[in-house]
């Protein structure tokens, strides 16, 4: 059964403090590709690394569904300085 935003939305939701979600499908609404930008207080004193190896633990039914899962992660001051920046 493929992943759908909702379900990623959810689990998402469910398992950190979300200041700001992006969930995009990208594979033209199969399921089976999907990128994330995704901000959190939860991701404070944290490198990009363990960031990551939150998320895929959270997500870790959903992303066994999927061809390919790309994700952003950052705190609310790391996300401001990239919006800053003009990305």
Same mark, same amino acid.
Not at 49 to 58: D, G, I, Q, S, T
């Given at each position: 059964? @493929? *992943? *759908?935003?909702? $379900?990623? &939305?959810?689990?998402? !939701?469910? #398992? +950190?403090? /979300?200041? !700001?979600? &992006?969930?995009?499908?990208?594979? #033209? ?7 994330? /930008?995704? /901000?959190?207080? $939860?991701?404070?004193?944290? %490198? #990009? %690394?363990?960031? !990551?190896?939150? /998320?895929?633990?959270? %997500? =870790?039914?959903?992303? #066994?569904?999927? !061809?390919? +899962?790309?994700?952003?992660?950052? *705190? @609310? ?5 990239? %919006?800053? =920046?003009?990305?």
């Amino acid at each position: 059964m @493929p *992943t *759908t935003r909702e $379900d990623l &939305e959810k689990a998402i !939701h469910d #398992s +950190f403090r /979300v200041s !700001h979600l &992006e969930i995009e499908d990208q594979s #033209s609404g199969c399921g089976a590709n999907y990128a994330i /930008v995704l /901000v959190s207080e $939860d991701f404070e004193g944290k %490198l #990009s %690394l363990a960031k !990551h190896r939150m /998320v895929n633990e959270a %997500l =870790k039914e959903q992303i #066994s569904q999927m !061809h390919a +899962f790309s994700q952003k992660t950052f *705190t @609310p001051k790391q996300y401001e300085a990239y %919006l800053a =920046k003009g990305n």
